[in-house]
């Protein structure tokens, strides 16, 4: 509790309010890495699927399902599970 002193009640309920919201804000996120990992190539495309593995697991995708995507390298199928997640 000795940290939240260093911040104002605004600051405590935009910090609350961002973990509230952290498998949106994931989700969202994902999303937006899915449009780009249909045009990288090479090592681009391995550090998005890097950003999207963290981003799925913040959006509640199981371990096991994330592998599995990866494995795969297939946009298509990470565009299907989000739509299903909506």
Known sequence: MAAE????R???NVI????ENADSI???RAQEL????YLAE?????????????NLAKA??????????RESDDPALVA????KKL
């Open 10 to 12: 605004y600051q405590q």
């Open 60 to 69: 509640g995708v199981p371990n096991d399902h994330i592998e599995r995507l």
């Open 80 to 83: 299907q599970l989000l739509t």
């Open 42 to 54: 090479g090592k681009k495309r391995e550090r998005i699927w890097d950003s999207l593995v963290k």
């Open 26 to 28: 994931g989700l969202q």
């Open 34 to 37: 899915v449009t780009e990992l």
């Open 5 to 8: 002193k260093n911040f104002s």
């Open 16 to 19: 609350r309010r961002y973990y």
